[in-house]
RNA sequence: GUGGCCGUAGCUCAGUCGGUUAGAGCGCCAGGUUGUGGCCCUGGAGGUCGGGGGUUCAAUUCCCCUCGGUCACCCCA
C-alpha cells in the first residue's frame, strides 16, 4: 500500500457526510454547526459575550492555574518547549479567560464580565468513546461577581442549552467545597480519619492522601466508597457564608425547576473550585457521563498573579459529548446548507452563461451552484438534488434564444418558465 | 500507562473446516429517457482480505510479531 497519511489518534475530522470516512468522523459539520448555533444562540439571552484566546498558552499558566497534582496537569497535557519557552496546547479553557481577563484590565470595561468561548482543546489521554486528545469545549464565566446569583445564572444557562437541544434526560449534582478558610480544615479532618486506613487505600489514594485528600472523596473504588461513608462531612466544617451561598444556590436552582441532587463526594478534578462545584451527567453517553461542569473559583485570579481577589463562576461543556447525547435521542439534525439555485446548462455557450449568471445572482445574496464542465442535464439533476439545491435553473440553446429559462423547484418537482430578467425574484422566495 | 474485542470494496458486513477468476447490500459512474433528480431496470469501476515474517505443494483463512481501530480502567468535556 502506498503512503498515505491519517488523522491523529484522538483526533477526527469534522466532514460533511461522516459516512464517506469511516477512520475519524463521529459528526457531520451540518451537526456540528447547529449545536454552535444553539450554544450561540442560548447564551446571547444571557448576554454572554464571546471572546477567543489562543490555543496555545504558557505551560505555567495552565500548572499553575488547573494544579500540579491534577491528572490533567501530570500527565495528559500536551507541552513542548522552544527558544527557552514552555508552551502547552490548552487542556481547558477557564484559565485562559482569567488570563486575558487579567490581562486586559477587563474589569476596567465592565465590572461583571459575562464571558462565552468556543474552541479546541487538547489532552494526551486514551481516546474512547466521548473522549478525544482534540475535543471541543463550549463554556461561560461570569467575573467579578462573588454572589450566588451568578453561580445560579450559569447554572441555569448551561442547562437552558441541554434543554433546548431536547436533552432530559440528565442529571445536576451540586456540592459545595467551601472556602479558604473552611476547606483546610476539612482536609485535616479527612486526612486524620483516613490515615488509620492507609493500608486499605488504592496506590493513587494513598499518594493523594498527602497531597489532595479531597481527590479522594471521588473513588470509584467500592471498598473506599465504603470506607467513606463514616468519614467526616464538609457540610460539618463549612464556614457560614459557604453554607448560606450554598443554600441559596440550592434553592433558586431547585425554582428554577432544574432537578439536582446534592452530592457531597463531588470535588472535581481541577484545582482551582471554591464554593460551589457541579456536574452535569447524562446515562446515554457510556462511560463518559460527564455532558458538563463547572464551578466556582474565587481564588484562580490570585493565583494566577491578580493583586486583587476576582470571584468567578462558569461551566465547561463537551461539543462531542452533546452530540452524541443529542444523536442517542435520534436526532441528527444538521443544518441545511444546499444552495439556493443550481444552474444546469447544456452546451458551451449555455456552460459560460451560467457561470455569469451565477455570479449575478450570488451578489444578489444567493447561494449559487453551476456544473463546472458539461454533462448530461440527468447528471446536473442529480448532482443539485445531492447537493440539496432549492431550485435548478435550466438552460440550453432553447432558453438562451429565448432569454426564458426553465425552473424547476427541485423539492416540489414542479416547474415552470422565468425570464432571464427575474430569475433574482427567486431568492426571496420563501 | 493497563486490559478486552476487532482489522475483507468508499460504507456496513458475509465468506473460505487452507485449494483455481474473494462476494452481497448501500454508495459511486454510465446507459435505459438524442434536454429532466429523488423510484425502477441493466451494466461498469473499485480489493496486493491492515503490514511483515513463519508453517505448507498452496495462506485472506493456521502461528508469531507489528501497526491501526475500538471499548473499558484511571480521570474527565
Known amino acids: ?23 475519524a468522523s463521529p459528526f457531520s459539520s451540518g451537526q456540528w454547526i447547529r449545536i454552535e448555533r444553539v450554544v450561540r444562540d442560548v447564551v446571547r439571552r444571557y ?3 464571546e471572546i477567543r484566546t489562543p490555543i496555545l498558552e504558557p505551560l505555567d499558566l495552565i500548572a499553575r492555574g488547573i494544579g500540579q497534582l491534577t491528572d490533567i496537569v501530570s500527565k495528559e497535557m500536551f507541552a513542548f518547549s522552544r527558544d527557552n519557552t514552555d508552551y502547552v496546547l490548552r487542556p481547558e479553557i477557564t484559565a485562559p479567560v482569567v488570563r486575558a481577563y487579567l490581562q486586559h484590565n477587563m474589569s476596567q470595561l465592565l465590572p461583571v464580565q459575562q464571558l462565552f468561548y468556543i474552541g479546541p482543546c487538547f489532552r494526551a489521554e ?34 437552558d442549552i441541554y434543554k433546548e437541544l431536547g436533552i432530559t434526560n440528565m442529571e445536576l449534582r451540586l456540592n459545595s467545597l467551601g472556602d479558604e478558610t473552611s476547606r483546610p480544615q476539612y482536609k485535616a479532618a479527612l486526612q486524620e480519619y483516613l490515615e488509620p486506613h492507609r493500608n486499605d487505600l488504592s496506590e493513587t489514594s494513598r499518594s493523594r492522601l498527602e497531597d489532595n485528600v479531597l481527590r479522594i472523596l471521588d473513588t470509584k473504588n467500592p471498598d473506599e466508597q465504603r ?13 457560614s457564608e459557604s453554607e448560606d451561598h450554598f443554600n441559596i444556590v440550592c434553592e433558586m436552582v431547585d ?19 471554591t464554593r460551589t462545584a457541579f456536574e452535569l451527567e447524562s446515562p446515554d453517553l457510556g462511560a463518559q457521563s460527564a455532558l458538563a461542569g463547572g464551578g466556582r473559583y474565587d481564588l ?7 493583586k486583587n481577589p476576582v470571584p468567578a463562576v462558569g461551566f465547561a461543556a463537551g461539543i462531542e459529548r452533546l452530540l452524541i447525547a443529542v444523536s442517542e435521542l435520534g436526532d441528527t439534525a444538521a443544518i441545511d446548507d444546499g444552495p439556493d439555485i443550481y444552474i444546469a446548462s447544456l452546451g458551451d455557450t449555455a456552460l459560460k452563461w451560467a457561470i455569469d449568471t451565477a455570479a449575478a445572482l450570488r451578489s444578489d445574496g444567493g447561494a ?17 438534488s445531492k447537493r440539496n439545491a432549492r431550485y ?11 432569454s426564458v429559462a426553465t425552473v424547476r423547484d427541485l423539492r416540489k418537482s414542479t416547474q415552470e418558465e422565468i425570464p432571464f430578467a427575474s430569475l433574482p425574484t427567486l431568492l426571496k422566495r420563501s
Not at 300 to 306: F, I, K, M, N, R
Not at 368 to 384: E, G, Y
Open 1 to 23: 500500500m502506498s503512503k498515505t497519511y491519517k488523522n491523529i489518534k484522538g483526533t477526527f475530522d469534522i466532514v460533511p457526510d461522516p459516512s464517506i470516512s469511516k477512520d
Open 47 to 49: 448576554g454572554m459575550q
Open 126 to 159: 486514551r481516546p474512547q468513546k466521548g473522549r478525544y486528545r482534540q475535543f471541543h469545549q463550549f463554556g461561560a464565566e461570569i467575573i467579578g461577581e462573588p454572589g450566588p446569583m451568578a453561580d445560579v445564572e450559569v447554572i441555569r444557562c448551561m442547562v
Open 227 to 239: 470506607l467513606l461513608q463514616d468519614a467526616p462531612r464538609l457540610s460539618a466544617f463549612i464556614d
Open 255 to 273: 425554582k428554577a425547576g432544574i432537578p439536582f441532587v446534592h452530592d457531597p463526594f463531588l470535588v472535581r478534578g481541577l484545582d482551582y473550585y
Open 300 to 306: 484562580l485570579a490570585t493565583e494566577l498573579g491578580s
Open 368 to 384: 449559487v451552484v453551476t456544473a463546472l464542465a458539461q454533462k448530461s442535464l440527468k447528471a446536473q439533476l442529480k448532482d443539485a
Open 392 to 402: 435548478a435553473i435550466i438552460v440550453g440553446e432553447d432558453e438562451l434564444q429565448s
